[in-house]
């Protein structure tokens, strides 16, 4: 078994609503530091051993997890752990 | 004319666009469930609005990997006229059939109301029975209806007249206004109004009429001799 752990995150330049909201709020609880929120998501795939499990995690990220258009992805695969 | 309706699970404005097709045009139309649709001899798909598998993941995006989007991809190929609205748009634009992406509305809320669009081209499939310039006035119901492209894919949209409609006043942040928009070949129209929900006088506009006024006047006059 592989724990695969993939991020995705809005591309540069792509307004994040979610994020400003975020970051307003951080703001009104004092944390004047905060210059900027980036609200993306974390999934995570319990998948068989595969010889293949970097393209076919590469292809799902591309194909569906991520939307190119809008998203970076990016992953790792670790050793998983038997439920 | 024969209209097919898409419904997947969480469709909710089929009956909407249904009753668009069927009693105020006045022309055939079924409504296909996704798992078992054969969109094979109809002269027009209509992918409606809705929350498509509850929005998971992204608005559309797994209602993307249906078998019957591989039916539409053949069908935008061959040239059928398809109209997606709202959810219906943002399947579309998951599946390549469109470019760019929908993101979330600027200000972070639903929205509900009419718009004021601008009908940008007339000069497609389905807006020639509009004036060029022409203001509708359309309802919206979305919250991530904020259009998204690059640079590039905007210059290309713009070169090639796919933008249709635009808002009068951006409700949503999308880019240069974009209310809906065409493939390159103007066979495929996605568009986050609802034109289905503006067909008669008792809804506040009938100006989405003309929409599908415009879909069978095109199909008549490729179709029917002397009509």
């Keep these: ?83 | 004319m024969k209209f097919a309706v898409v419904v997947f699970p969480g469709s909710n404005c089929d009956r909407d666009m249904y009753y668009a097709a069927k009693e105020v045009l006045g022309e055939e139309a079924d409504m296909l469930w996704y798992k078992d649709a054969n969109l094979d001899g109809y002269d027009a798909i209509l992918i409606p609005g809705g929350f498509s598998y509850g929005d998971y993941l992204r608005c559309g995006a797994i209602a993307s990997t249906s078998n019957v989007v591989n039916q539409l991809r053949a069908k935008a190929e061959a040239g059928v006229p398809i109209l997606g609205v709202c959810n219906g748009f943002q399947i579309l634009l998951e599946s390549g059939l469109l470019p760019g992406a929908l993101l979330r509305n600027k200000n972070l809320k639903f929205m509900c109301h009419f718009e004021n669009l601008v009908v940008e081209n007339n000069q497609t499939l389905f807006t020639s029975e509009y004036e060029e310039g022409e203001v509708v006035s359309i309802p919206i119901a979305h919250n991530e209806g904020n259009y998204y492209c690059d640079e590039e894919t905007l210059a290309s949209l713009r070169a090639n007249n796919q933008i249709v409609f635009t808002y009068q006043n951006n409700p949503n942040g999308s880019a240069a206004d974009i209310a809906g928009i065409t493939n390159k070949k103007g066979n495929v129209l996605g568009m986050m109004p609802h034109p289905e929900r503006a067909v008669e006088a008792i809804l506040n506009s009938d100006d989405g009429l003309k929409l599908f006024q415009s879909m069978l006047a095109n199909w008549r006059e490729r179709y029917v001799a002397g009509a």
């Design chain 1, 1 to 83: 078994m592989k724990l695969v752990k993939v991020h995705i995150t809005l591309k540069e330049g792509v307004l994040d609503p979610q994020g400003k909201a975020v970051q307003g709020s951080l703001n009104t609880l004092g944390y004047d530091n905060v210059q900027e929120v980036r609200v993306g998501k974390y999934l995570e795939l319990t998948v068989n051993d595969d010889a293949n499990i970097e393209q076919e995690i590469e292809d799902m990220c591309s194909k569906l997890l991520a939307n190119p258009v809008i998203e970076n992805y990016s992953y790792t695969v670790e050793e998983g752990v038997a439920q």
